[in-house]
């Protein structure tokens, strides 16, 4: 059985070969979050590539707070662009956890 993280900057720095050396096979990496080219994961480009250096596979998500069809099509390029050109092993995804999505209005 594989053994994943889902990491952020709320991570901080993360030491890689220790991630590996504890048995995790894979990590989820936070590409960014909302609708603006400014917000990048801190933390994005560092955790990809020291990742796979490690030989941790991965995926990557964008974390949603859209609340409607135009602000989600914006999310999703804005997505798009932190992983271009990137090789996943895993899947890239929107997370949709937002309380505030849940409202029924």
Same mark, same amino acid.
């Given at each position: 059985m594989s053994k994943g993280i889902d990491v952020s900057k709320h991570q901080g720095?993360?030491?890689?070969?220790?991630?590996?050396?504890a048995g995790i096979?894979?990590?989820m990496l936070?590409?960014?979050y909302g609708k603006y080219e400014n917000q990048v994961d801190e933390q994005? =480009?560092?955790?990809y590539v020291n990742a796979k250096v490690a030989?941790?596979?991965?995926?990557?998500?964008?974390?949603?707070?859209?609340k409607?069809? =135009?602000?989600?099509?914006?999310e999703a390029q804005v997505f798009l662009k932190?992983?271009?050109g990137k090789q996943f092993e895993y899947p890239v995804a929107l997370d949709i956890e937002e309380n505030s999505q849940f409202e029924k209005g």
């Open positions: 720095i993360i030491d890689w070969s220790k991630v590996k050396a096979d894979f990590a936070r590409a960014g994005f =480009e560092r955790n030989g941790i596979k991965g995926g990557a998500y964008h974390y949603s707070y859209a409607t069809v =135009e602000d989600a099509k914006a932190l992983v271009h």
